[in-house]
């Protein structure tokens, strides 16, 4: 790990204390996992706190962990949905990953940080459409890349392939309408498994 990681793993331990559920560096990465309960707090201290000073959000992207389980060795349980943000601090030269887990993966509802850093609207805008992630407090959540009669979350893991309604004229009623999906599933592009040493070289 290199000094300058170091230094900023120790200032968010100094700084954070007990909210930290998580932090590794794996990488030249360092993440940080706090709960959804203090996930708003956490993010007006990375941006205020002298010592750390992320004062520039670059991006926030909803995950769907689907079967993946918790995580080894923190006794988090199995949550299903997060928002992940990737932090910069310009005065410091280092960045940094947040994580954390909606509590309730039936419906899933974390705080927006839009108070925070205003980049983050049309972020959270995209995770909402595509994964079902609730922002509590965002101005104007709704749906940014799919249209109004979308029906689910297209990102979610679970979701269909071909979907679950498709669209099409109808010249009788001179309109658009929605229709269950006539297209049988299909695997695109059939699996292929290889010997445990395929490519290998001398192999064969």
Not at 20 to 31: A, C, F, H, N, P
Request: contains cysteine; glycine residues 8%.
């Amino acid at each position: 790990m290199s000094a300058k990681l170091e230094k900023l793993s120790q200032s968010l331990q100094e700084v954070l204390g007990g909210r930290i559920q998580s932090l590794k560096t794996d990488r030249d990465e360092v993440t940080l996992e706090v709960s959804a309960a203090d996930y708003k707090a956490v993010a007006l201290a990375l941006r205020d706190d002298p010592a750390l000073h992320f004062e520039q959000l670059i991006d926030l992207c909803g995950v769907d962990y689907s079967e993946y389980g918790g995580d080894e060795g923190t006794g988090r349980p199995a949550l299903r949905f997060a928002a992940v943000s990737h932090l910069t601090s310009i005065k410091h030269d280092v960045r940094l990953r947040l994580r954390a887990f909606a509590p309730d993966d039936g419906f899933p509802v974390l705080d927006s940080i839009i108070e925070v850093w205003p980049s983050v609207n049309w972020y959270e805008r995209e995770a909402f459409d595509m994964l079902g992630i609730m922002f509590a407090g965002h101005p104007d959540l709704r749906r940014i890349l799919t249209d109004y009669g979308f029906i689910g979350h297209a990102f979610r893991k679970d979701f269909p392939v071909s979907g679950y309604v498709e669209m099409r004229y109808d010249p009788e009623q001179a309109r658009v309408v929605y229709q269950p999906v006539t297209v049988e599933p299909r695997e695109n592009t059939p699996r292929i498994v290889r010997e445990a040493h395929y490519g290998d070289v001398g192999h064969g």
